[in-house]
């Protein structure tokens, strides 16, 4: 075979690998459709909102109103509208007319009564979730306005227990409730007797759709959450669009979809003080017990800043991860801490599988461009070593990529009795990398084409 023979056949292989790839991922996305809606607006001032008056009573009664006519629009015009928790109905869209603003109460009585949902991955009832839906079918929140969370220092984040979010000696966190929480899930508890709220400081989601079908959030502008912003959980036909979130509190990942089916996330920007995009599948027992993966999934042209990973799978996938496909994103900010990150451990298992990372840009990332790890902390454990459960990781793809900048370009570790598995990186260029990459107990690492620094990669 002559070299440019040579050359031929494999750009023929990669272009047949690239159409595969692109093959399974239109399968996915033609799965998922947003919901339509009733051309009928419920505008809440007619239901008694003004701008500066609470409005929680006057949504209240427009949601209730639109659901009960068969579904339509609730309608926030420009202004600023003081609220407490929403909980939308069926065939309800929640649209924010430009210059509209929802500002969060930051009373954490005023998301009470408790409501079924999920902190860091393990079932439980506490505060309602600031948007917060519970198995209905065709939801929205739309429009060019803003949901602020309002919260801060001094509000919702010093629950975390870190100095740097307001903490002090002698003030509440939710280390105590979370612990307990975990717990509980170990011994399998029923979830009816997780009740916590008020006395425990565990920090709600901004919005929460929970075992919810056909699911749409569109166009807003996300800020000052409690804790997690975008948090599908066991829902169906999701689609996260033209969304701007921009927080920088504990937990304050961008769009955590939990054990969901068939989810598409495009053109979006993240600017978060954690994850941009954190896919997860519930935590440790609990997760295995519930047992709903998260899978198929499609993130395409969205622009991560900061945050720590770009887009992570776990640490909560215990239920496991499946088909995920990254595709044309932007990511670059020197408080970017990774690319794409798979974090697990013994406590936390679970399977990753069908992960692809495709045509995408990096400008700089803190650390590697492509993590995966198996010893992830777990709480007091550091390393996450001596749990009952052997995580999997197998048939990551990266192709098309490159970055400009970061400390490493790979950071690969397994266990010895739990390799990763399958790792293939075809097409890619690492420039101005700190230091070698660290790759441990790793099988069948694949390099064609992948640059480090100019020079051609092979370990």
């Known amino acids: 075979m002559t070299r440019r023979t040579f050359l031929g056949a494999s750009a023929l292989a990669l272009s047949a690998q690239t159409t595969e790839t692109t093959r399974q991922m239109q399968a996915v996305l033609a799965r998922i459709h947003p919901p339509t809606f009733p051309d009928r607006a419920f505008p809440i001032a007619q239901f008694g909102a003004a701008p500066g008056k609470d409005a929680t009573e006057a949504i209240r009664r427009a949601i209730a109103a639109c659901a009960q006519a068969g579904g339509g629009r609730v309608v926030v015009p420009r202004g600023d509208f003081p609220t407490g928790p929403i909980h939308l109905l069926g065939n309800v869209n929640l649209h924010l007319e430009d210059g509209a603003t929802l500002l969060f109460s930051r009373d954490p009585k005023h998301y009470l009564p408790l409501v079924l949902t999920r902190f860091e991955g393990t079932e439980c009832m506490n505060y309602s979730p600031l948007i917060y839906a519970f198995q209905q079918t065709n939801i929205a929140v739309t429009g060019n306005g803003t949901l602020d969370g309002q919260a801060n220092n001094q509000f919702w984040w010093s629950w975390k227990g870190n100095a740097k979010d307001g903490w002090k000696p002698g003030m509440p966190n939710q280390k105590k409730a979370a612990d307990a929480l975990v717990a509980m899930a170990a011994k399998d508890t029923a979830v009816s007797q997780r009740v916590f709220g008020e006395g425990h400081y565990l920090r709600p989601s901004f919005f929460e759709p929970y075992d919810c079908t ?3 959030i569109e166009g807003v502008t996300i800020r000052n959450s409690p804790m997690w912003e975008v948090h599908p959980t066991l829902c169906r036909n999701v689609t996260v669009r033209d969304v701007k979130i921009s927080t920088h509190g504990p937990n304050n990942d961008g769009c955590d979809p939990e054990a969901c089916d068939g989810v598409l996330i495009e053109r979006c920007v993240f600017d978060t003080g954690d994850d941009c995009i954190a896919i997860k599948s519930g935590r440790n027992r609990d997760g295995l017990r519930v047992a709903k993966a998260c899978e198929n999934l499609v993130i395409r042209d969205c622009d991560m800043k900061d945050g720590h990973g770009g887009v992570a799978l776990g640490s909560e996938g215990s239920g496991s991860i499946r088909n995920v496909f990254i595709d044309r994103c932007r990511m670059d900010s020197p408080n970017l801490q990774r690319a794409l990150r798979l974090k697990t451990n013994t406590f936390r298992g679970g399977s990753y599988e069908n992960v692809y990372f495709t045509n995408c840009t990096v400008g700089q990332v803190a650390e590697a461009v ?20 052997r995580p999997t990781v197998k048939n990551v793809v990266v192709e098309n990529v490159t970055s400009k900048k970061s400390r490493r370009a790979l950071y690969l570790r397994g266990y010895p009795s739990a390799p990763v598995s399958g790792v293939r990186l075809e097409n890619c260029s690492f420039d101005d990398v700190a230091e070698p990459d660290l790759i441990e107990n790793v099988d ?8 480090r620094n100019g020079k051609l990669m092979t370990r």
Do not use: T, W
């Open 214 to 216: 056909n699911v749409l």
């Open 444 to 451: 069948d690492l694949q390099l064609k084409n992948v640059k």
């Open 370 to 389: 492509v993590e995966v790890d198996f010893f992830y902390p777990e709480y007091e454990n550091k390393e996450g070593r001596g749990g009952p459960f």
